[in-house]
């Protein structure tokens, strides 16, 4: 392998591992928020589920990049995770963004969540 080649896959490892940083970030800010915050007096307020779609937008598009990341490492094996844990994590938290704003599952559930998301992203870093 040509120096070239490492000093990319190196960047692409990086990537990986900021956007699991910002991951593990934002997964605390949603703990934070379900843990803090009252559900929706009317789960069909329209202000409320506009402000949830300006807020969560990021979110799903930080998950769906760090979906790509980690399959695209996966398949380099420059990561050793069964793809089937990086959509599950995906699709965890595309749950808790949503469970976050509206509350709507009991805490344990929630916490069940969290902490399979948090397994999957350690093990990354």
Not at 6 to 31: D, F, H, P, Y
Not at 68 to 80: N, S
Not at 117 to 124: A, G, K, P, R, S
Request: charged share 35%; hydrophobic share 40%.
């Amino acid at each position: 392998m040509a120096d070239h080649d490492k000093v990319i896959r190196k960047g692409e490892v990086r990537m990986l591992l900021q956007l699991t940083n910002q991951l593990q970030q934002a997964s605390q800010c949603l703990r934070e928020r379900f843990l803090n915050n009252q559900p929706p007096e009317n789960i069909k307020d329209r202000n409320f589920f506009e402000m949830v779609k300006k807020e969560t937008e990021p979110l799903f598009e930080l998950i769906e990049k760090w979906e790509e990341e980690a399959l695209a490492t996966i398949k380099k094996r420059e990561l050793l995770l069964h793809p089937q844990q990086i959509e599950s994590t995906r699709e965890n938290f595309e749950l808790i963004i949503m469970h976050s704003y509206y509350i709507d599952v009991k805490s344990k559930r929630y916490m069940e969540l969290q902490q399979a998301i948090d397994y999957v992203l350690e093990l990354i870093k």
